[in-house]
């Protein structure tokens, strides 16, 4: 084995496969929450007496309540302990899953749903801070892109094992599965993540002063891509079911997201390694400029199966490409304020969901399910302009270090 050489980048502490583990599992629990309420909504209408559209305000509330709590979540956790904060949100976390299984009523449902996108908002970020801020920076990317595989896994593995509990059950079981789930979580991080002192940045304490703070617009610009590739993937990704069902093809639906799936989480671990590899923003333009490349093609293949499954899966994997290599950049600008930052990116991230479904079904009712696609293609165009590398003073930063 080769001395160390001095070198920050190898001597860092880096993480045990312990902790990343249970990174992973926290982001698979607070997924599947996120993601098995869609599927669920039928069943809950029906215990509440209310239309599918009343239902789906409870996706509305934790979306809102997320993007709204996500930046004040990321201040916080910059200025406390952020193992403090994750446990409490973690206990929060399962608390408002206890009072969404056992809501007398839909308003204290939604209330519920409110505390848990709150929640949700402090967890998240949280952990990619915890994680990234004590990985190897020379693993930083990877490690990011194994963790948010968790939150890829409860797409397609977590969100449907809550349907079939919902079926077969009752749709309160999964709530409290998750409920005792996050609770249970909640003790090891209380302890894990204080073993070891967070790792300020190579250049030493205040060096980002020293070099040049980042202004508000900085940030908003960065996170802005993030945005703009979320409505890109996304556009895709929620109208493509009915887009099928309309089409007649209800039976490929299950096996086309499993494929969809496998494709995102391959694509994260191959953003993240190459991100390591190579300058963070040329995988993220590369990603975009390839995701905007193969939208078009699911555009023009979807009326054959065979064709739109491989289209799917090539489609997926640029797409997902993204997200590690603009974490790792994220927090590569703004080490000393990465919870805040990586909170705003979620917020952005949710942004650019929430309009791809408010405007997606009126573009797929007028124009028809591939020319959203067109539209969002361009968006990932749009993206691959805005997003650009390091400004002037984290470069100097860098060179200092």
């Not at 408002?96 to 505390?115: D, E, I, K, S």
């Not at 996170?223 to 990704?237: C, D, E, I």
Request: with cysteine; charged share 10%.
């Amino acid at each position: 084995m080769n001395a160390p050489s001095g070198d920050p980048k190898d001597t860092a502490p880096g993480l045990s496969a312990g902790l990343v583990a249970l990174a992973w599992l926290t982001q698979f629990l607070v997924g599947t929450d996120l993601f098995v309420v869609a599927p669920l909504l039928p069943h809950i209408a029906a215990s509440f007496g209310v239309s599918a559209a009343g239902a789906g305000l409870l996706v509305t509330a934790f979306s809102i309540a997320y993007v709204v709590a996500s930046p004040v979540a990321g201040w916080v956790c910059d200025r406390w302990d952020r193992a403090t904060v994750l446990v409490v949100a973690l206990v929060l976390f399962s608390v408002a899953n206890v009072g969404t299984a056992l809501a007398p009523g839909f308003g204290v449902l939604l209330a519920a749903r409110v505390v848990a996108g709150v929640a949700a908002a402090a967890t998240g970020p949280t952990v990619y801070a915890l994680v990234s801020t004590r990985a190897r920076p020379r693993a930083r990317a990877q490690v990011l892109a194994v963790v948010g595989s968790g939150l890829l896994t409860a797409l397609w593995v977590g969100a449907p094992a809550g349907s079939l509990l919902g079926r077969y059950v009752g749709w309160q079981a999964a709530f409290v599965i998750l409920a005792a789930g996050t609770l249970l979580l909640a003790l090891p991080h209380a302890f894990v993540w204080r073993a070891r002192p967070v790792p300020v940045s190579a250049a030493g304490p205040g060096a980002a002063g020293r070099a040049g703070r980042p202004g508000m617009g900085v940030v908003v610009s960065a996170v802005a891509v993030t945005g703009l590739w979320a409505f890109s993937v996304y556009s895709l990704y929620t109208f493509l079911a009915v887009a099928l069902h309309a089409d007649g093809r209800v039976t490929v639906v299950p096996w086309l997201l499993v494929v969809y799936g496998v494709g995102a989480v391959v694509g994260g671990q191959v953003g993240g390694r190459l991100a390591d590899r190579v300058d963070a923003v040329r995988v993220t333009r590369a990603a975009l400029a390839l995701t905007a490349v193969v939208e078009v093609v699911v555009a023009l293949v979807f009326p054959v199966t065979w064709a739109l499954s491989c289209a799917l899966g090539l489609f997926a994997l640029a797409a997902y490409a993204f997200f590690p290599a603009q974490q790792r950049h994220l927090v590569d600008m703004f080490p000393e304020r990465a919870s805040a930052v990586l909170s705003w990116n979620n917020s952005a991230l949710f942004v650019g969901l929430s309009v791809a479904g408010a405007v997606g079904g009126g573009i797929t009712q007028a124009v028809g399910y591939p020319a959203l696609l067109y539209i969002a293609a361009a968006v990932a165009v749009l993206a691959c302009l805005v997003a650009r590398g390091r400004p002037g003073w984290a470069r100097r930063r860098e060179e200092r270090a």
